[in-house]
């Protein structure tokens, strides 16, 4: 056989065998950050979710997702585990570094507009206009005299009784 045919199967096989190498490495290296983990560590998940590890198990994880709300997830969701800095920076926004020009972004919308907090909420009612008038919903209160909704008088009915087809 010729040299020239065997080479790209060479290539190939070479191709696969550093590739899967470096796969069982990254493994290895997710297995042994997992098996480091303690509780208070913040995590970020495989589905970019960040939490605090609260308890460890033999597979399992407790984290805190929310001050008070708990999950469990598989230690295999969990994708990275991060600096105390760079969690703080992530999850609540604080920075170590004083002087960063990095802008804070508010948790509400109220504090957008420079006048929101001086100026008091508006409402429809005031104290001169009372009761709000209540909104019409195309309904007629037939306690007050209005016709019925079906459009017969009070005495009128269709003729059918309550066997018959159609009837109400």
Do not use: C, W
Request: no cysteine.
């Amino acid at each position: 056989m010729n040299l020239v045919t065997l080479l790209p199967f060479i290539v190939l096989i070479g191709a696969m065998f550093l590739m899967t190498r470096s796969a069982k490495k990254k493994q290895q290296a997710a297995a042994q950050m997992r098996d480091h983990l303690v509780p208070g560590t913040g995590v970020r998940t495989i589905g970019g979710m960040y939490a605090t590890v609260k308890e460890i198990g033999d597979d399992t994880l407790t984290l805190e997702v929310a001050p008070g709300v708990h999950a469990i997830y598989a230690k295999n969701a969990i994708g990275a585990v991060l600096e105390d800095a760079e969690y703080n920076r992530i999850v609540h926004g604080i920075t170590d570094d004083p002087t960063s020009d990095t802008p804070v972004v508010p948790d509400d919308a109220s504090s957008l507009t420079a006048d929101a907090a001086d100026e008091p909420a508006k409402t429809d009612l005031t104290k001169d206009q009372g009761e709000a008038p209540k909104p019409d919903l195309g309904k007629k209160d037939e306690a007050k005299g209005d016709a019925p909704q079906d459009g017969k008088t009070d005495g009128e009915t269709d003729g059918k009784t309550d066997g018959e087809a159609g009837a109400k």
